[in-house]
């Protein structure tokens, strides 16, 4: 390499790499075309190899080069330049802190999958709904390998709910038929193709083994939540160099919980597989639109990421499919490049871009029809559900709806319990006309404070270098615009539920978390002291209210499980469902009384005592609870009215 000077600066040298080191240059370093720092051309390649494309030695410019430098600003252009930093801040970065922060997430979300139940009472992972999908591909027919009951072509309206609620089938109990969409007496699923291509059959080819949904949710999850990692990571590097792994661990611990993860994978099941791979899809395009906007021009690597992976999300989610203006960027940046060769790069990149979404949005369209004899027909029309005469007689989105969801989503507030784990349970209030049951939304600013510091957005800029600001804007305005084009269709339609809270939820934690990172880099002294003691404290408060929503939906949906054991005979299940309930929110028992007849627990009082247990304490607690019951019904009548008790689920409700 050999010193260039730049036109406008005063004796500055700038060492050019050239060969393989020219490479990293283009990576690190944008596009140098605005007018107060022109792009110079690189001198001829060396023949020598170079390990670095720094100035000098290893930890910086060298002696005399620093000598030549006039003014801070020249320095600090020449580490932009070079991508080198002081040797006092790479050595005070803990740099296995980021790492170790994920791999502590990664397994508390693999414990909470592992030790959730299907809902769709699918014993043997083969007879999930993806893997019937699956199953009936490999058969050679695009419904699912699994036969209809025949009760249901005798029925004047099989989607009459009443009708078809014997075939349907019970919560926890296989084999179930709900929410399948039943067409010419077959059954098929109206949920998105995409994951079963991009999971369930590539697993079962290559090991034989059937995947179940809840390792989908876990691996899709844990995609997104890598993904998000990735940007605010590169985020860190680009914009605030001074701000050290510390705070970069932290960042990641609220990228893992701000985005309620640890919830979702309490309930992973066929409704979330799609959720989770529309999720992942979305910011891996994200991160991939911002490696575009890194690079000095567009190139086709990154415009084909992020046309895969935004056609991927769009197919899980079409209800998503807005968030798909972020490839507006990189287009506007491929058609407005200028030099030598740019046609065939023009035409190379934009083929990257456009032809993924074309090529997966036509496959689903033809799937559609091939299914349904509708080019636009998921099978919404045609599931067996509760909810199947509304899709045909009512509006399911709504401007009506919008206030409502987005109090929901980020005002409602649970209150607190003087019983662990000390969150109530949710409380509506008053809905519009034609608004459905909720199902256990969450309310961010006063349940997960931590998401507030994506205000400190708004001073976080003040400590990115000039030449790095529009970069700033455009990263910032990208996350917030992606996440309210995913927001705003869930916020009109006619129910707010967890798994659609869940979309967006992270794009409203990696705003957060580059705000503290941006407050980080801003403040210093005391005022760094402070801002450092308010993000401790609200992202400690956000992770351990998380974990205690957590545990309280993990006991409501052991007490359901528990009713709906007892409604069909299995009292020894339902005495372990309830009893391990009541070890985790003792006032869960609240629900199975006002949900069971007293002479169902007064039986089941007999196998609390039968049964032999560890948990002694607690099945000490149910006893006295059961025998509290029954002297109550024997004074007077039981009338459930109890303040405190939780609001059933819509998917928990039968």
């Known amino acids: 390499m050999r010193p260039t000077r730049i036109i406008g600066m005063r004796n500055v040298p700038i ?13 690190r370093v944008p596009e140098l075309t605005e007018p107060q720092f022109p792009y110079i051309a690189p001198p001829a390649a060396q023949p020598t190899r170079h390990k670095s494309i720094k100035a000098g030695t290893a930890s910086g410019p060298s002696t005399a080069i620093k000598n030549e430098l006039r003014s801070t600003a020249e320095i600090e252009i020449i580490r932009w330049m070079n991508g080198t930093q002081s040797t006092s801040n790479r050595a005070s970065r803990m740099r296995w802190g980021p790492i170790i922060a994920a791999a502590l997430v990664s397994v508390l979300l693999a414990c909470i999958a592992c030790t959730a139940d299907s809902e769709l009472g699918a ?29 249901l072509a005798g029925l004047p309206n099989p989607y009459d709910p009443k009708a078809n609620a014997q075939y349907r089938g019970t919560l926890f109990y296989g084999p179930r038929i709900h929410d399948l969409s039943y067409f010419n007496g077959k059954l098929y699923a109206y949920f998105s193709a995409v994951p079963a291509v991009l999971a369930f059959l ?66 992973p099941d066929v409704w979330e597989v799609p959720t989770g791979c529309a999720q992942a899809s979305w910011i891996l395009a994200l991160l991939s639109v911002w490696w575009s906007l890194c690079r000095p021009r567009a190139d086709w690597i990154s415009a084909l990421m992020a046309g895969v992976s935004a056609a991927l999300a769009a197919g899980s989610r079409p209800a998503s499919s807005l968030c798909g203006i972020i490839l507006l960027i990189p287009a506007y940046r491929i058609l407005s490049a200028s030099g030598e060769r740019t046609t065939a790069r023009k035409i190379g990149s934009m083929a990257a871009l456009a032809l993924p979404p074309m090529a997966i949005g036509g496959a689903l369209l033809a799937f559609n029809h091939a299914r349904f004899g509708e080019w636009l027909e998921f099978g919404q029309k045609y599931q067996l559900n509760v909810d199947a005469v509304r899709h045909t007689t009512s509006e399911n989105f709504g401007l009506s709806y919008l206030a409502y969801n987005l109090r929901l989503y980020s005002l409602n507030y649970r209150g607190w319990s003087t019983h662990f784990p000390f969150v109530r349970g949710m409380v509506f209030p008053p809905a519009p006309p034609g608004y459905g049951v909720g199902d256990f939304p969450v309310g961010i600013i006063p349940q997960l404070p931590a998401a507030l510091f994506a205000v400190a957005l708004g001073v976080a800029w003040r400590s990115v270098p000039q030449i790095r600001r529009r970069e700033y804007f455009w990263a910032v305005g990208l996350i917030a615009g992606a996440g309210l084009a995913v927001a705003f269709p869930l916020l009109m339609y006619f129910t707010a539920c967890l798994r659609y809270e869940f979309e967006f939820a992270m794009y409203v934690a990696i705003l957060a978390a ?22 401790g404290t609200t992202l400690a408060a956000s992770i351990a209210i998380s974990l205690l929503m957590t545990v309280s939906l993990r006991a409501l949906t052991l007490t359901v499980h528990g009713r709906i054991d007892l409604s069909r005979g299995n009292l020894t299940e339902a005495a372990g469902h309830i009893r391990t309930a009541l070890s985790l929110q003792p006032w869960a028992l609240s629900i199975f009384k006002s949900a069971t007849s007293v002479r169902r627990q007064a039986t089941s009082l007999a196998h609390f005592k039968t049964i032999p247990t560890r948990l002694s304490c607690f099945q000490t607690m149910a006893t006295a609870s059961c025998s509290w019951v029954v002297r109550r019904k024997q004074s007077q009548p039981w009338r459930g009215r109890l303040r405190s008790t939780p609001t059933l689920p819509r998917r928990l409700s039968f």
Request: proline letters at 5%; hydrophobic letters at 45%; a positive charge.
């Open 202 to 267: 590539p697993f079962h080819l290559l090991t034989g083994q059937w995947l179940s949904h809840q390792q989908a949710c876990l691996c899709f999850c844990l995609a997104g939540f890598y993904c998000a990692v990735a940007l605010t990571w590169s985020l860190r590097n680009r914009l605030f160099e001074r701000v050290g792994d510390g705070a970069l661990s932290t960042a990641v611990l609220a990228l893992g919980f701000l985005s309620l993860s640890p919830l979702l994978m309490q309930r």
């Open 123 to 151: 014993k043997d992972p083969k007879d999930a709904y993806y893997n019937l999908m699956v199953r009936g591909w490999l058969q050679g027919k695009t419904s699912l390998s699994m036969e209809a009951p025949a009760g």
């Open 514 to 535: 580059v705000g503290y990172l941006g407050l980080e880099a801003t403040s210093s002294g005391s005022a760094r002291l402070l801002a450092r003691a308010a993000w």
């Open 15 to 27: 060492l050019f790499p050239s060969g393989p080191g020219m490479l990293a240059f283009l990576c």
